[in-house]
């Protein structure tokens, strides 16, 4: 079992930045994909990005690429998402999930890639 907690959201103005902290616990030693997602209430979850973890291997969703950038810090088993020049329709909780890498280390925002979800934390951007 893993567990993860989102923390870092907040309120911004349009253009500013925010940064969203993933920390994993529990069982943690395996190599794993780990992807940030967005929901909007009343609106599907939409993935934003999704990196292979120990590694390199990073993917992004049109809309947020250039502005967000998704890295890792393995000694403290956390993802981050740095979200800069925000805009309004950004607004929504983001959560991270984890979950087995189906080849390799070839990760996507496919929801059904992911087994384990966090709680999720707000970012709201206003204009």
């Known amino acids: 079992q893993v567990q993860l907690a989102e923390s870092g959201g907040g309120s911004v103005q349009a253009g500013g930045s925010l940064r969203v902290s993933c920390v994993a616990s529990?069982?943690?030693?395996?190599?794993?994909?780990v992807a940030w997602f967005r929901q909007v209430p009343g609106k599907e979850r939409e993935g934003v990005a999704a990196?292979?973890?120990?590694?390199?291997?990073?993917r992004y969703v049109d809309s947020v690429k250039g502005r967000f950038t998704i890295s890792q810090d393995v000694n403290k088993n956390t993802v981050y998402l740095q979200m800069n020049d925000l805009k309004p329709e950004d607004t929504a909780i983001y959560y991270c999930a984890a979950g087995a890498p189906r080849w390799r280390e070839y990760c996507y925002t496919e929801q059904s890639q992911y087994t384990y979800w966090g709680q999720g934390t707000q970012v709201t951007v206003s204009s």
């Open positions: 990196t292979y973890v120990p590694g390199s291997w990073k």
């Open positions: 529990g069982n943690t030693a395996t190599n794993a994909c």
